[in-house]
Nanobody, 114 residues
Framework: QVQLVESGGGLVQPGGSLRLSCAAS????????MGWYRQAPGKQRELVAS????????TYADSVKGRFTISRDNTKKTVYLQMNNLKPEDTAVYYC???????WGQGTQVTVSS
């Protein structure tokens, strides 16, 4: 059974940066497409970014293109989300998902506020 644990969230000022990590258990991480999602209060959960098994292909929501970068290290079974130039509208709980098994992490809060 895949388990995912996110970390790296917190409070940051507008224009700041955070790096989220999602550590996975299980031996098949390298064959899973992974995604970062977020859910703001009163809004539906949305896909922020995804990455292919080897990391060669990435996709981003229009709202984060040019500011966020998704990456992965299959030797560490970890997927990352580097978030730069953060805006108040990026405030949400961020979740990672194993898109092969549909496993979700517990989420990490990101708050962008001055």
């Amino acid at each position: 059974q895949v388990q995912l644990v996110e970390s790296g969230g917190g409070l940051v000022q507008p224009g700041g940066s955070l790096r989220l990590s999602c550590a996975a258990s299980g031996s098949l991480f390298s064959i899973s497409t992974m995604g970062w999602y977020r859910q703001a209060p009163g809004k539906q959960r949305e896909l922020v970014a995804s990455i292919s098994t080897g990391g060669a292909t990435t996709t981003y929501a229009d709202s984060v293109k040019g500011r966020f970068t998704i990456s992965r290290d299959n030797t560490k079974k970890t997927v990352y989300l580097q978030m730069n130039n953060l805006k108040p509208e990026d405030t949400a709980v961020y979740y990672c998902k194993d898109r092969r098994t549909n496993a979700w992490g517990q989420g990490t809060q990101v708050t962008v506020s001055s």
